[in-house]
Structures are given as structure tokens and as C-alpha cells.
């Protein structure tokens, strides 16, 4: 959905959620030219921003294809992207049912970690006539999917080699526990390289060497070259950044290219603003910053709304002497963007202040 | 949106919102006897739902209207009802239009505790050829919105009284602070008994006596009689229930009519189980039970979702010998159900275990 003609600021309805267009830019370029500079495909994880409009300005910026983590995402991205990874177990019918009900152009490659996962698939396919690729998950210290062992891999990637009407395409792995601040991120990069390492060494042996070695995150995104045998990496939050990115040094806060139009709604209790994004609209996710709180002014990031109830954002003004009054409006960047993205309907591009499109945030939900 | 013909559980797409209609009936009825045997207007939270089919079941169950906390809330619960409370500051041009431009026949009434909001909402309602009643937003202890003393109450129900094109109502309060476990409840609610009382006195004394005093919440709901001078309770939570209000004692386990269809999708980190319902699905809301996690199992509320990711939620069973396998499927009671409602596109209605309505959550979104 793009809107018609430019639209003021003033005229949205708040909480509204704002996304700057020049900053989604220059951060596509910076992704954009690590990747091409270090031979990484870049397959960028669209459940952040769950927006067709964003996947095709990724994919005209280079992206190989487009990651999701539902069927719903995979849907919605399949309509601008013709390669298609469910970076999560294609697991039950329906979702099988409906998988295989993508358009027959889509290249479709999953990941799964389980025999019953594997089986299910192989069998929607079959019946489907088509052929799905499969990424073996590796549970790489992140102790949530993916197998344990290089041994386990080896039996699961041979099973899926042995499977009709499934491809074997390579390993996938979420590093996403490796997200300490950059100054102690060498400790936990040489822990990766050592796990995938004897992955791949045992796969090699057995002649199951992968084609495709999926990894990478927004926190790690820029030693993403350090990893070797690394083929590509599936970064989300970085289109957008948010604070906690920021809080990690993975991004500048300049970088932040998300966030909510609030408007100032009481200011009765003393020391205290009250705005109308609460966690409906930031979303309640833990903070990294020291300040802690659920998310800070664009323009004075260190004041920071403290708490929230649903539709209330209390702002922390005992720093400062500014006080905004009831009706003025501010910028929240919240804490992590890929849960705020999913409380709105929509994303409202900015060009400096004016909004120039209008985009449907269409894969929410599954 | 209503379902054409019963659908079996099995067809759903999961995580898939469902809502336990014998439970809700019985949660209607409780509530309803409550309030009539204590001579309590109820005007239900439908922050809770957003659903227009459950307000309507709520109005013909004894609700004397809808509260609503946002402007979309508000447009759809007119279409089923004509008494709606927005409980929440009417700032802002975009929400005062839209507010005005409910239908005719709406009863509008609005919360606010500013001279600011005030003097917009005359402005709007004089232009709209409408009158609007007002309560006058009292802080008693909750520290979110408010006036904070008496004098501060009369003066701004004076301000009220004499402002054209709005009507003075009376006074509303949200003692949400008030959330003590059942055994200490006594002293919470000896200070709000006091502080409202020394309110009510002083805005009798200067011919303010208010005809609506607005109070209530689920935590406390079944001690409102114990409140001098309350005519009316907004619960939200009640009429679906979860499990921070079970474990605060205000409901059974068995009066919990909302959960999240969500199927095991991995098994392969020894201990865990991986559900598809992560903070996307059940929300990231800090659990007041002592087990914490974000959810439990409606089948065996021993066992916690210990934490979640976007799309994933592990489920804990090392304390039980009990296995699902990769494809089972599982109903997960969340801690905060009007966050995890406000996740799902739409609610499957069960009777016994056959959904045999589909509602839409209309009101998500401002």
C-alpha cells in the first residue's frame, strides 16, 4: 500500500510508526558493500520490517533472496522474491500445506534439525511435485533448535541426501546468543569458528561438504568475514537498527532508522511525561542499555521512557529541565524494533519530515 | 468475522489464538451476579478482547457499556455499543476528529486530567455540535495519570462544569497498582478507600458531588463493594483471564478461557521442548507466578515457557518424564492476556474442542 500524496507529520494519528528513508538507504549500502567486499551472499531476515515494499529494496540492493521465519512471511516476501528461506522447521500440515502452495517460480530452501521434520517435508513435497531445498540446523551454543553434535549433522544431512524430492543444500545457524558488546566478541567469534569448524570438517569426510553455510546476525554482522567457510548471512534488525543495536556498538544511534511518533498525553504527576506508545506500541523488551527503560527520544536519547503499561510510555525527565507539554509530540526509538514493527499496521516512510509512502506491515501474523 | 461451518482444531494454522466459550459464559455470569448483587455499574475493559462480538456478549450479559482506552477501540465497539468510556486523555487533533465523528447516537464519555486536553475536547465537541461527558482522571496511588490532590480535583471538575459543550460526569481512577496477592489486599485497599473518600468529600463540599465514580480492575475486581462511593468497575482481564491474575488468586486455573495453540516444532537440545509460539504469539510479559517464564500449559500448568524468542517458546520439562514429540501440539495460557490477544489477527471460538466461531481482533491498532 503507498500512499497517494505526501502527508504532514501533524496528521497522523499517534502512536504511529515511523521509518526514515535515508537511513534505511545508507544502511542497505554499508550491507550492501561488507558483503560484496568479503564474497558473502546476503539474505536478510524480513521478519524485522515484515514489508514486501522493504524486501524489494533490499533485493535491488543485492540481497540473493529473502529469509522468514513463517509461512505468513514467506507468502508475503514470495510476491517480490523469487528465493525463499524458512530459516525455521517446516513442522505440522498446515504450514506444509500451505509451503508448498508457494508459487511454483520460488526457489524454496528450509532449515529443520529432526528425522519428523525431515519425513513430513519430504512427503508434502512428493505430493506436491516439487522440490524443497533443506539447511541441516547446527545448534551452535545458542541451545535452541539444531543438532548437537558434528556426528548428528553428518546422520541428518545424509538422511535429507537420501530423502526423495528434498535437496540437500547445506547447514544454517543462528549465532544469536553472540551478542556481547564489540570489545568481548572475540572470545565468543573463536568459540563459532571452532563448533562450525569441526561441522564442516565431518561433513567433508563423509562427502556431504556444504554448499550453502548460513549464519550471521545484526550484532556480529560486521566480523561476519571472520567465520570461515561462511557462505552467507542472514542479518534482520540492521535495515532498521534500533537501541539495543546501538547499546551492543553494532550500530550508531544515527544509524536508528525506526521509530514511534508518540504524543504527550499527561504530565498531572510530577517529574513524569506521559506518552501515548506503551508496550502496544514499543513493545516490553528488555533493555541493554545501562539506563535500562523500553526505549529513548530520537532526538535527546538520554531520556528514556522508564515503563510502560499498554497504551502508556512514562518518560524519565528528572535528567533535564526540558518539559515537553500535553499535545507536543516526540520520536521513541524502542529497544528492539523487530517486536515494535509487529504491533503496527503500517510504516509510514519519512524523506526528511514528510511521509511519502505508506507501507502494509502484511506478513504479521502466521 | 464468524466462522460458516465448525471447524476441527487439527486445520488450524498454529500458534492460533483460542478462546474457551463455556469458560467465558461462566466468567459473564460471575461477574454479572457480582455486580447486581453490589448494585455496581459494569462497564468492561474491551482493551482486553477488541473484539465486537465479545462486547456484544458482555452488553447482553449486564454491562452497562464498553471502556475503551484507544480511538479504534472505540469505532468499533459503537457498532455494538452506545455507551462508550474512552479512559484515556483525549489529546491530539487526529484522535479528537475521529472521536467526534462517532456515530450520533454514541454516549461518549472521556477520561482526562488536564486543562490542556479540556480545553481541546470543548473546542472539538462545540465544532461538532456534540456534548461530551467528562470524568475527571484521579491519581490514587498508581502514579501513571491523575490529578494528584482534592483541590486539584475540584479545581479541574470546576474547570469541567464550566466549559461548554461538555458535561460533567464524575470521576474515574485505575487502581492497576493495586495487584497484591488475595492476603494483601487489606492495607491497598484501606489507602484507596481513603484517598478516594477525602476526594469525594472534597468536591461534594463544593457542589461537585460526582454521579459516576469509576473504579475497579480484575486483581480487585471481587472487593469493589468494599470501596465507599464506587458506582462503576471497568475489568478488562476477567472475562478471558491468565496467568498472572491465577496466580495473584483473582481467578482459577480453570476460568482461564484464553490460550495459544502452538506445536512442538523441535526437540533436539536435550531438556527442551520448542513450541511455535514465541513473544510474537504470547507476548513478553514478566510472570508474577514464582515459576516465572512467559506461559504455562493449560493441560499441565506445572510446566512453563521458560523463555521465548520471536518465534520460538521453550517449554521446560525437566520436571516431568512427559515427552511431546516433533508435530504434538500443545495450549499455552500466556501471563498478560490482553498482550497476547492484541498478537493475533483473530480468535477461534471453541465449544469443547471444535471451533465453531471466528472473531476478528478489530480493535488492534490506533
Same mark, same amino acid.
Given at each position: ?132 531445498? *533443506? !539447511? ?10 539444531? =543438532?548437537?553434535?558434528? @556426528?548428528?549433522?553428518? &546422520? #541428518? +544431512? ?101 521509530? *514511534? !511518533? ?10 513524569? =511525561?506521559?506518552?501515548? @506508545?506503551?508496550?502496544? &506500541? #514499543? +513493545? ?83
Amino acid at each position: 500500500m503507498r500512499g497517494m500524496s505526501p502527508t504532514p507529520l501533524d496528521a497522523l494519528t499517534t502512536p504511529a510508526a515511523l521509518v526514515d528513508l535515508d537511513r534505511v538507504e545508507a544502511n542497505l549500502r554499508r550491507v550492501a558493500d561488507y558483503t560484496r567486499q568479503h564474497q558473502l551472499h546476503w539474505r536478510p531476515h524480513t521478519k524485522t520490517h515484515k514489508t514486501a515494499e522493504l524486501t524489494r529494496l533490499q533485493l535491488a540492493s543485492g540481497a540473493v533472496g529473502a529469509t522468514v521465519a513463517t509461512v505468513r512471511e514467506a507468502e508475503v516476501m514470495a510476491t517480490v522474491a523469487d528465493d525463499v528461506l524458512l530459516a525455521y522447521p517446516p513442522v505440522g500440515s498446515a504450514r506444509l500445506s500451505r509451503l508448498m502452495a508457494l508459487p511454483s517460480r520460488t526457489r524454496l530452501t528450509v532449515a529443520l534439525d529432526s528425522t519428523e521434520a525431515l519425513e513430513g517435508l519430504g512427503r508434502a513435497a512428493r505430493e506436491a511435485g516439487r522440490t524443497v531445498g *533443506v !539447511l541441516v540446523e547446527l545448534d551452535l551454543g545458542m541451545r535452541r533448535v539444531g =543438532v548437537q553434535t558434528p @556426528a548428528d549433522a553428518v &546422520a #541428518l +544431512a545424509r538422511a535429507v541426501a537420501d530423502t526423495k524430492s528434498v535437496a540437500y543444500r547445506g547447514v544454517i545457524f543462528y549465532p544469536g546468543h553472540v551478542r556481547a558488546p564489540v570489545e568481548q566478541q572475540d572470545a565468543a567469534l573463536a568459540d563459532q569458528r571452532a563448533r562450525l569448524g569441526a561441522v564442516l570438517d565431518a561433513l567433508s569426510a563423509e562427502g556431504l561438504r556444504p554448499e550453502v553455510v548460513s549464519g550471521g546476525s545484526t550484532p556480529m554482522l560486521w566480523r561476519s568475514h571472520e567465520v570461515p567457510g561462511l557462505t552467507e548471512i542472514r542479518p534482520g534488525i540492521n535495515v532498521l537498527n534500533d537501541r539495543n543495536t546501538a547499546s551492543l556498538g553494532a550500530c550508531a544511534w544515527s544509524d536508528c532508522a525506526f521509530s *514511534v !511518533l508518540a504524543t504527550v498525553v499527561s504530565t498531572a504527576v510530577p517529574g513524569q =511525561v506521559v506518552l501515548d @506508545a506503551g508496550s502496544k &506500541a #514499543l +513493545a516490553k523488551e528488555e533493555g541493554l542499555a545501562p539506563s535500562g527503560g523500553y526505549g529513548a527520544l530520537l532526538d535527546r536519547p538520554e531520556l528514556v521512557v522508564r515503563s510502560v503499561s499498554e497504551e502508556h510510555g512514562l518518560l524519565d525527565v528528572s535528567s533535564t529541565s526540558w518539559r515537553p507539554r500535553v499535545g507536543e509530540r516526540v520520536r521513541v526509538v524502542p529497544n528492539h524494533v523487530c517486536a515494535a514493527v509487529n504491533l503496527h499496521e503500517r510504516l509510514h516512510v519519512l524523506r526528511k519530515d514528510t511521509v511519502t509512502e505508506t507501507w502494509e506491515v502484511a506478513a504479521r501474523g502466521w
